[in-house]
């Protein structure tokens, strides 16, 4: 592993086996965890982690996709340390510049006339918030989302998420689910516009022919980390709006620089849409979301009281801009790019050597490599997959697991990771891999 120039303090918390039971007896049984031996994480600087021994682990998961300047930066954590010792908490009833000040950074990184902001907690909550302004100003009711999506777990998202894994048997309606342009197991490859077809046959036979929007991840987080086939967006886009509908951008995870070509997911695809929805790389890791849409749009909710308690509260936006102005200060999205694209061709050489390997794709430091059992048959390769997480663990090298079938590892590591951290992740899946 790289060496680092950090040493943990000494923990005197809990052990393992009492936070382990703790959890089991307190914590809602739907809460699972990674690996047969849970692991205990107390410490974390930048790319790494520390278990509660002082043991280093290299972190290519990044809290899903949420890390994003690395653990603990010290210039987020001043920002929001002495936001808190000065003032918590009040309301947007009150008049705070953190948040005004966030949002103006904020809507200056987006195109066109996406300049109004509303915080939210969560990436449910702000794709709960965008589905409900579509279908405010649209005055219809009908979305479509796509198939293996992933939009969140209330009510209203559930319906757009499209994985029978996340979905409950309650009512959820008004939500259709289109064919994804799934690049690698989809009927038409990499051919967009065939895909986008299925699109018009949802709206012409499935709805009253108009709807109130589309809501679209540009590279699948959750459904393991599919780019959406090229030319799929712009046809999708032109379709939607022909319908009265408005369009969606669902950047939770690919947004904030994550893909290094661009700032957001969108862009990658030469779309501009209606409304967006973040969360996660927005704060590095502090509970704080946002939908930004036009100021046509944003009117609607001026027709009933809109409120959100914590929602930019001065704490989350003083830290929030301080992430922004990492990315910025530290050139992180041209780091995601150069190792990224780097990380992704050592990926791919892989691929070569180990039959396992179906598929390398994403892009910048949001990275999927889908294991199968069978490269013609494609057949997912889940329980090898749990396995090799867990020697790669051993090793040192943390990775998250995605896809439907959960056969799909998720590389999504804070934007400071360098070109020494992705050698020793190839290094090790190499290694483990090769003990198959």
Not at 104 to 109: D, I, P, Q, T
Not at 161 to 169: C, E, G, I, P
Not at 188 to 214: H, M, N, Q, R
Not at 334 to 343: E, I, P, R
């Amino acid at each position: 592993m790289p060496p680092f120039d950090y040493t943990p303090p000494p923990y005197s918390g809990p052990s393992t086996e009492e936070i382990l039971r703790k959890r089991q007896q307190y914590l809602s049984p739907a809460i699972c965890h990674f690996y047969k031996k849970p692991l205990n994480l107390v410490d974390g600087k930048m790319q790494y982690l520390f278990d509660e021994k002082g043991r280093r682990y290299l972190d290519a998961f990044g809290g899903i996709a949420t890390v994003c300047c690395g653990h603990c930066h010290p210039e987020v954590v001043d920002a929001i340390v002495n936001q808190t010792k000065r003032l918590q908490h009040s309301t947007v009833l009150y008049l705070n510049h953190a948040i005004a000040d966030f949002a103006e950074a904020l809507a200056s990184k987006l195109p066109g006339d996406l300049k109004v902001v509303f915080f939210t907690n969560s990436g449910t909550e702000a794709n709960e918030l965008a589905m409900l302004l579509a279908r405010l100003y649209t005055g219809y009711h009908d979305i479509i989302s796509l198939r293996n999506s992933y939009h969140g777990n209330a009510a209203g998202t559930m319906g757009a998420t499209a994985q029978s894994n996340y979905k409950f048997n309650v009512m959820q309606t008004g939500v259709h689910h289109a064919l994804n342009p799934d690049q690698y197991r989809g009927i038409f490859g990499s051919d967009g516009p065939k895909y986008a077809k299925d699109v018009e046959d949802l709206i012409t036979y499935g709805t009253c022919g108009c709807v109130a929007g589309f809501i679209a991840e540009a590279i699948q987080g959750v459904g393991g980390i599919l780019e959406l086939a090229p030319g799929y967006l712009p046809a999708v886009y032109s379709t939607i709006r022909k319908a009265g509908g408005l369009c969606i951008a669902d950047e939770v995870q690919s947004g904030f620089a994550r893909i290094g070509s661009h700032f957001w997911g969108f862009e990658g695809h030469g779309v501009v849409p209606d409304i967006v929805t973040m969360a996660k790389g927005i704060g590095n890791g502090i509970p704080i979301g946002a939908v930004v849409t036009t100021p046509e749009i944003a009117n609607v909710l001026t027709r009933r009281n809109y409120f959100n308690t914590f929602g930019g509260n001065p704490m989350c936006t003083a830290g929030g801009l301080a992430v922004l102005r990492v990315i910025e200060k530290e050139k992180l999205q041209q780091n995601a790019f150069t190792v990224g694209s780097y990380l992704k061709e050592r990926l791919t050489s892989l691929k070569g050597k180990h039959e396992i390997i179906g598929d390398v794709r994403g892009r910048g430091l949001m990275l999927g490599v889908e294991l199968v059992q069978d490269r013609e048959l494609k057949t997912p390769a889940k329980v090898e997959t749990a396995h090799l997480m867990d020697e790669m663990k051993e090793l040192g090298v943390l990775i998250g697991k995605g896809g439907f079938f959960g056969n799909v590892f998720r590389i999504t590591p804070p934007l400071c990771f360098k070109k020494e951290d992705a050698d020793y992740l190839v290094d090790v899946m190499d290694f483990v891999m090769s003990k198959m």
